[in-house]
């Protein structure tokens, strides 16, 4: 199965600064999906990028607030902007294997904003 | 729309026991996955069993095996012989694979299983 790095694993941030978080894929694959994790709850997703397009964004979440760049079928960045203390959770990313066969995700960013 | 519901937020089980964790789902598709994942405290997403629903057989991997009930839209996992290293939150999850599918992946709520020695 893929293997994912992402970066970093955990940090804290002023209120009012942006954060980037970044996955690396080790094999191409079409599409990658940002979650949120809050405290004690289930991932809810983000977006849905596709390399060569525009992310595909949930309700609730707007590509100001969370832009996404895929620049390539390997790699992928999510921006927090502008946080607040109601971001603090932790973001993983994820990829679907060939088939359909399972999903890896990313080890995941603890963010924390102060 | 699919849901996905775990309905049992904490569970318990003496070690080397066996628990079971619930699940059900809502759909109209025909061609679906259903994947049961589990999540330490590291945070790392792990699989742990997947189905296919065009599978009448149930998925086993060593000490975890589902039953998959496509009738009654229920897919629960039992655990056999629990290690205290299966301490984790678990989650159920549903990928549609009928055309238009976008290969989202729709989770429960999550059930927070301790294993206690």
């Known amino acids: 199965s893929a293997v994912i790095s992402q970066k970093p694993s955990r940090d804290i941030c002023q209120r009012g600064t942006s954060l980037t978080i970044q996955c690396q894929v080790d094999s191409q694959v079409t599409m990658m999906f940002w979650y949120r994790q809050q405290p004690g709850q289930s991932l809810t997703l983000i977006a849905t990028a596709n390399q060569g397009s525009e992310a595909t964004y949930e309700s609730g979440f707007v590509i100001d607030k969370f832009p996404i760049s895929r620049p390539n079928l390997t790699f992928s960045t999510l921006t927090v902007s502008n946080m607040s203390p109601e971001d603090s959770s932790i973001y993983l990313c994820s990829v679907d294997e060939v088939g359909g066969y399972g999903y890896t995700f990313g080890s995941g960013t603890r963010l924390t904003v102060v | 729309a699919q849901t996905v519901t775990q309905s049992q937020p904490e569970m318990s089980v003496q070690e080397a026991e066996t628990v079971t964790l619930s699940c059900t789902y809502d759909?109209?598709?025909?061609?679906?996955?259903l994947f049961w994942y589990k999540q330490p405290p590291s945070r790392q997403m792990i699989l742990v069993i997947r189905?296919?629903?065009?599978?009448?057989q149930n998925a086993t991997e060593n000490r975890f095996s589902v039953n998959f009930q496509k009738a009654a839209k229920s897919f629960s996992l039992k655990i056999s012989d629990s290690q205290l290293g299966d301490t984790a939150m678990y989650f159920c999850a549903f990928v549609g694979r009928g055309s238009g599918n976008t290969g989202k992946l729709i989770f429960g709520q999550g059930t927070t299983l301790q294993v206690k020695p």
């Open positions: 759909t109209s598709e025909s061609n679906y996955y």
């Open positions: 189905q296919e629903a065009y599978k009448q």
